[in-house]
């Protein structure tokens, strides 16, 4: 069976930079829903036309598009696909429960939910350099900022109780090097290869 990792934290703790780093280290395929929303506004896509004022001011994209563009994901997936990083996804219950319906259709289901544990404060100090080097126009304003932590703070308690229940959680100190965050992670994902 494939694994599938949820890599989930508030803006900022790191979960996309260690996406990245291991599914190059497993070779898996790393689906990040904010970056394929980015890819279609850039491309001026019907879908990104519709996702971007919620992007814009910090709000959830609503549900169907999410679910169509990460539908889109799964089908492109072939034999070789031996693990995926989710990162974004899913971001509340209803998401994580639709999830588990799309991935029972292909007899899958969710290996671990890694849940990224930031302070607020880092999170801003964070997202503030982050705007300077990638000039993301959703990191440049505090009330944006502030919005994500409110949708991000709004759905973790459900998350993570769904996930603990599931027997599927583990928790990830993001203050951490990112070398041994990462070591911490892959020594979980090894359990599963
Ligand atoms: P961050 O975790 O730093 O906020 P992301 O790149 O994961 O950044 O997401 C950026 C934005 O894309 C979110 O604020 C939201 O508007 C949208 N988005 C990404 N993933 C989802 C999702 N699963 N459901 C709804 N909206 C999403």
New binding site residues.
Partial sequence: MRGNFIFF?????G??TQAIILSERYNFKHI???????QHIKDNTDLGKS?IN??K???????E??LEI?STELDKLNESDKGLIF??????LN?AISFDKLLSKSKEEVSIFFDFFLSDNHVIDR?NS?AIKES?A??MSLD?IN??LI??KSSRKELREYYIKAGKYKKVEALGSINDISNLISADIDKFL
């Fill in positions: 934290g508030p803006p900022g703790s979960k996309g990040s829903t904010g970056d394929i929303f980015r996702a919620y992007i001011e910090g709000n959830l994209v609503p549900c598009l999410t990460l990162d974004g996804f899913p971001r509340n998401q997202l982050r993301r959703d990191d944006v919005n994500r949708e991000y």
